[in-house]
Protein backbone atom coordinates (compact mmCIF):
# COMPACT_ATOMS: atom_id res chain seq x y z
CA UNK A 1 0.00 0.00 0.00
CA UNK A 2 3.00 2.48 1.11
CA UNK A 3 4.27 2.29 -2.58
CA UNK A 4 1.50 2.79 -4.23
CA UNK A 5 0.75 5.60 -1.92
CA UNK A 6 4.19 7.22 -2.79
CA UNK A 7 4.00 6.49 -6.53
CA UNK A 8 0.53 8.62 -6.64
CA UNK A 9 2.56 11.36 -4.66
CA UNK A 10 5.56 11.30 -6.98
CA UNK A 11 3.03 11.52 -10.07
CA UNK A 12 1.18 14.60 -8.62
CA UNK A 13 4.59 16.21 -7.82
CA UNK A 14 6.17 15.59 -11.36
CA UNK A 15 2.50 16.80 -12.82
CA UNK A 16 3.13 20.30 -11.15
CA UNK A 17 6.77 20.56 -11.35
CA UNK A 18 6.40 19.03 -15.26
CA UNK A 19 3.78 21.97 -16.05
CA UNK A 20 6.26 24.82 -14.21
CA UNK A 21 8.69 23.68 -16.32
CA UNK A 22 6.85 24.01 -19.57
CA UNK A 23 5.49 27.23 -19.05
CA UNK A 24 8.51 29.03 -17.72
CA UNK A 25 10.88 27.62 -20.23
CA UNK A 26 9.32 26.64 -23.83
CA UNK A 27 5.90 28.59 -23.78
CA UNK A 28 6.11 31.89 -22.27
CA UNK A 29 9.32 32.79 -24.15
CA UNK A 30 7.68 31.47 -27.18
CA UNK A 31 4.31 32.93 -26.52
CA UNK A 32 6.56 36.69 -25.71
CA UNK A 33 8.45 36.35 -28.95
CA UNK A 34 5.99 35.20 -31.10
CA UNK A 35 2.29 36.63 -30.39
CA UNK A 36 0.80 40.31 -29.92
CA UNK A 37 -0.46 40.75 -26.37
CA UNK A 38 -4.13 40.07 -26.95
CA UNK A 39 -2.97 36.65 -28.39
CA UNK A 40 -0.42 36.12 -25.99
CA UNK A 41 -2.75 36.92 -22.98
CA UNK A 42 -5.41 35.14 -23.94
CA UNK A 43 -3.75 32.33 -24.82
CA UNK A 44 -1.84 31.95 -20.99
CA UNK A 45 -5.16 32.22 -19.36
CA UNK A 46 -6.39 29.74 -21.05
CA UNK A 47 -3.26 27.36 -20.93
CA UNK A 48 -3.09 28.29 -17.10
CA UNK A 49 -6.85 27.43 -16.95
CA UNK A 50 -6.26 24.31 -17.47
CA UNK A 51 -2.82 23.54 -15.93
CA UNK A 52 -4.08 25.44 -12.80
CA UNK A 53 -7.00 22.68 -12.48
CA UNK A 54 -4.56 20.17 -12.61
CA UNK A 55 -2.51 21.61 -10.06
CA UNK A 56 -5.46 21.60 -7.70
CA UNK A 57 -5.75 17.99 -8.21
CA UNK A 58 -2.11 17.59 -7.62
CA UNK A 59 -2.42 19.49 -4.47
CA UNK A 60 -5.08 17.47 -3.43
CA UNK A 61 -2.90 14.35 -3.99
CA UNK A 62 0.54 15.35 -2.79
CA UNK A 63 -1.37 16.89 0.75
CA UNK A 64 -3.54 13.66 1.34
CA UNK A 65 -0.62 11.11 0.20
CA UNK A 66 1.90 12.80 1.78
CA UNK A 67 -0.25 13.11 5.73
CA UNK A 68 -0.94 9.56 5.05
CA UNK A 69 2.58 8.92 4.34
CA UNK A 70 3.72 10.77 7.64
CA UNK A 71 1.28 9.38 9.74
CA UNK A 72 2.40 5.98 9.20
CA UNK A 73 6.11 7.06 10.56
CA UNK A 74 7.21 8.64 13.76
CA UNK A 75 8.00 12.10 13.01
CA UNK A 76 11.10 12.08 15.83
CA UNK A 77 12.44 9.69 13.20
CA UNK A 78 11.96 10.52 10.00
CA UNK A 79 14.39 12.27 7.80
CA UNK A 80 14.77 15.63 8.14
CA UNK A 81 14.43 15.80 4.84
CA UNK A 82 10.39 14.79 4.99
CA UNK A 83 10.01 17.85 7.30
CA UNK A 84 11.53 20.29 4.53
CA UNK A 85 9.74 18.80 2.04
CA UNK A 86 6.52 19.61 4.14
CA UNK A 87 6.99 22.43 4.85
CA UNK A 88 8.78 23.59 1.30
CA UNK A 89 5.61 22.01 -0.06
CA UNK A 90 2.84 24.03 2.10
CA UNK A 91 4.32 26.95 1.14
CA UNK A 92 4.16 26.30 -2.27
CA UNK A 93 0.23 25.50 -1.91
CA UNK A 94 -0.37 28.78 -0.40
CA UNK A 95 1.60 30.51 -2.86
CA UNK A 96 -0.19 29.19 -5.63
CA UNK A 97 -3.82 30.08 -3.73
CA UNK A 98 -2.67 33.04 -3.53
CA UNK A 99 -2.35 32.92 -7.51
CA UNK A 100 -5.23 31.42 -8.04
CA UNK A 101 -7.42 33.73 -5.88
CA UNK A 102 -5.83 36.88 -7.24
CA UNK A 103 -3.77 37.37 -9.94
CA UNK A 104 -5.21 34.29 -11.88
CA UNK A 105 -8.63 35.85 -11.14
CA UNK A 106 -7.81 39.07 -12.40
CA UNK A 107 -5.85 37.81 -15.11
CA UNK A 108 -9.34 35.94 -16.35
CA UNK A 109 -11.76 38.78 -16.23
CA UNK A 110 -9.38 41.03 -17.93
CA UNK A 111 -9.27 39.18 -20.87
CA UNK A 112 -12.66 38.40 -20.96
CA UNK A 113 -13.71 42.34 -20.82
CA UNK A 114 -10.12 42.71 -23.30
CA UNK A 115 -8.58 45.07 -21.05
CA UNK A 116 -4.74 44.32 -21.93
CA UNK A 117 -3.30 46.18 -19.83
CA UNK A 118 -5.10 45.27 -16.48
CA UNK A 119 -4.12 41.44 -18.11
CA UNK A 120 -0.53 42.04 -18.91
CA UNK A 121 -0.13 43.37 -15.36
CA UNK A 122 -1.72 40.03 -13.81
CA UNK A 123 0.17 37.73 -15.87
CA UNK A 124 3.25 39.77 -14.87
CA UNK A 125 2.16 39.14 -11.50
CA UNK A 126 1.74 35.05 -11.76
CA UNK A 127 5.18 34.72 -13.44
CA UNK A 128 7.28 35.30 -10.33
CA UNK A 129 5.02 33.80 -8.24
CA UNK A 130 5.65 30.62 -10.70
CA UNK A 131 9.33 31.29 -10.90
CA UNK A 132 9.25 31.38 -6.60
CA UNK A 133 7.38 27.91 -6.31
CA UNK A 134 8.98 26.13 -9.50
CA UNK A 135 12.50 26.83 -7.20
CA UNK A 136 10.67 25.47 -4.03
CA UNK A 137 9.95 22.39 -5.38
CA UNK A 138 13.27 21.58 -6.57
CA UNK A 139 14.77 22.57 -3.03
CA UNK A 140 11.67 20.37 -1.78
CA UNK A 141 13.12 17.49 -4.10
CA UNK A 142 16.53 18.05 -2.78
CA UNK A 143 15.79 18.44 0.88
CA UNK A 144 14.36 14.94 0.62
CA UNK A 145 16.55 13.20 -1.31
CA UNK A 146 20.01 14.36 0.18
CA UNK A 147 19.02 15.28 3.65
CA UNK A 148 18.32 12.08 5.79
Not at 58 to 69: E, R, V
Not at 72 to 78: E, F, G, P
Not at 106 to 117: F, I, M, N, T, Y
Request: hydrophobic letters at 65%; one cysteine or more.
Amino acid sequence: MHEWIKFFHLVAAIVWMGGMSLVILALRPVVIAQMSPPERLALMSAVLSRFFVMVWLSIALILASGFWMMSMTDLKLAPKGWHAMSGLGLLMCLIFAHIWFSPFRRLKAAVQASDWPVAAKALGQIHPLVVTNFVLGWLAVLAVVVWR
